[in-house]
């Protein structure tokens, strides 16, 4: 039981290249912090470093009370999940759970107690004699949580368990993650790309970009306030419209612009009708693409013909287009033309770099 | 599955086969054949007659104190020589293995003496351990010890396996680095969050992960010690000083092309052939098995 504070925490490689450039977050007792963002963010980077498998060039990083800076990974009190769950090929199931635990000299009956506890809750039990080749994934996947279970350590830190599991299996064990840490009630910090197991787990949310912190706090709190524009197009799918506001149409429909560049509007908050749009936005769209998916539909609609061109970022729509949601599979057909309206209420702007949220 | 390969012609798939055939057929059926044929001949001083004796020259063989001298001292050689070279090269490349600048380079230079072919390295150590010639000689003498390789048998056999296992090295340490590199990271890492310290982790995560390597290096240094040291030992000790450093193969020689006797050094070359057989088989067994742990 610990809360994980980092300050100011920097990671520059010989090279200069600056993974992480000065990061900030105060995970509570008990808490369960994800950090999310794309590949190459420095979210891996900053999670290593917590555990002491990689230096820290700056800053400090402290685990229940303590500056752990200098201290060797199995001295920080942390047990870690890995993407590749980083079994002993050459051990049992048993033994790998046994290991960390016999390297600390607990005594065997002791050791026994927790591994069978462990197995028992993971649903390990008939398989503690075999080896890792002889398990599946997913049962791969619970044996390297009982190795960080029978730990009972002060911190969990998991690096992507989920990625290398089928979609289905993601998902239970997801929700079994989410108990699990609820249960032991211990200190957990989560690194994923996946933005809805991120909004889903987290009871902080860390979203990075580029080596730092976009945004921390509540996860619909994130969604609703984005505080970036790389957060409203990272955390949602579909991604939030941003739409410049430099044409005129969309500027003038719009009351208390000043200061913003950028309009963003969620694709749920629009609403196809022909009523008029009182602060809000109307966009007048052609459609070009209909996705099903069952209990919703996403109509992908163009604007004006001269704002087309491609997306600025991986992720982002390309300007000129459009992503609304409706609900159900009643939609407009392709090539139709519709009028697309959101209230004002529901407008997110930002300046014109994106890099900060304007009004409330 | 196709496994049947398409020739038109029943012949082509011969022809195409037939080079390699020839080489084997050539180059070592029909030698080992004339040993085997030698083994049973036995000639007079003078090489005037010839008679078949069947199996007399392997019966003199075992019942020669000499040879079985010859059988302990080589596979004393053999263990000497491929437990030290293993070990040694084993804990270059775990060095060579951590992240630390310039490692490209000594990595490279680690393996050069792979290329130096048995019978320099011989010259080499001549040169550096001779009695009156050798520079470290000197040296060792001035620490007060009576260094004389040509009439100390136990001194010359201690150069032979420091040679040969400092020829073989290079090899084992690139499969042991290729190896060690073969270990996923996070394993290791893992090991480090579990409370392993070093010496620990490399006992119980990483040596056991190089088990099959290890096995395989040990199969190939026996034979590496039983035939390629002929070389190292020709140029450096000729078998001597008396028979101290004379292994089965140099023996063979020996006995063949100095003494004159064929039909017991063909013998002695079938029992080799064997012993040849009998390891790759073993090697055969457990690396076709791949996964030892």
Known sequence: MANVTLRSVR?????????????????????????VGPSGCGKSTLLRMVAGLETITGGEIDIGGRVVNQVEPADRDIAMVFQNYALYPHMSVYNNMAYGLRNRGMAEAEIRTRVEEAARVLELSPMLERKPRQLSGGQRQRVAMGR?????????????????????????????????????????????????????????????????????????????????????????????????????????????????????????????????????????????????????????????????????????????????????????????????????????????????RVGP | MQKQAIF?????????????LAIVLIFFYWPAAQAVIQSFLLQDAFGLSTSFVWFENYLELFKDPAYFAAIVRTFAFSFAIAISSLSFALLLAVMADKPLRGSTLYRTLLIWPYAVAPPVVGVLWVFMLHPSLGVLSRYLRAMGVDWNPLLNGDQAAALIILAAAWKQISYNFLFFLAGLQSIPKSVIEAAAIDGARPMRRFWTVIFPLLSPTIFFLLVINIVYAFFDTFGIIDTMTRGGPGKATETLVYKVYTDGLLGGNLGSSAAQSVILMVIVVVLTGIQFRFVERKVTY
């Open chain 1, 148 to 356: 960080a279970i029978v730990r009972q350590p002060k911190v969990f830190l998991f690096d992507e368990p989920l990625s290398n599991l089928d979609a289905k299996l993601r998902i239970a064990m997801r929700v079994e993650i989410r108990k699990l840490q609820r249960r032991l009630n211990t200190t957990s910090i989560y690194v994923t790309h996946d933005q809805l197991e991120a909004m889903t787990l987290a009871d902080i949310l860390v979203v990075m970009n580029g080596g730092q912190v976009e945004q921390i706090g509540n996860p619909l709190d994130i969604y609703q306030k984005p505080a970036t524009t790389f957060v409203a197009s990272f955390i949602g799918a579909p991604p939030m419209n941003l739409m410049p506001l430099r044409s005129d149409e969309l500027t003038s429909q719009i009351t208390g612009t000043e200061g913003a560049g950028i309009v963003g509007i969620r694709p749920e908050d629009f609403v196809i009708t022909s009523e008029a749009a009182s602060g809000g936005v109307a966009l007048g769209l052609t459609v070009e693409a209909i996705e099903h998916v069952g209990a919703e539909t996403f109509v992908y609609g163009s604007r004006r013909r001269e704002e087309q061109g491609v997306a600025a970022n991986p992720g982002e729509l390309p300007p000129g287009e459009v992503i609304v949601r409706v609900p159900g599979t009643t939609g407009p057909a392709i090539g139709e033309r519709i009028r697309a309206v959101a209230p004002r209420d529901k407008l997110h702007l930002f300046t014109a770099d994106g890099r900060k």
């Open chain 2, 8 to 20: 038109q012609s029943k012949l082509l798939p011969y022809a195409l086969v037939a080079p390699q």
């Open chain 1, 11 to 35: 990671k520059t490689y010989p090279g200069g290249f600056e993974a992480i450039k000065g990061v900030d977050v105060d995970v509570g007792d008990g808490q369960f912090c994800v950090l």
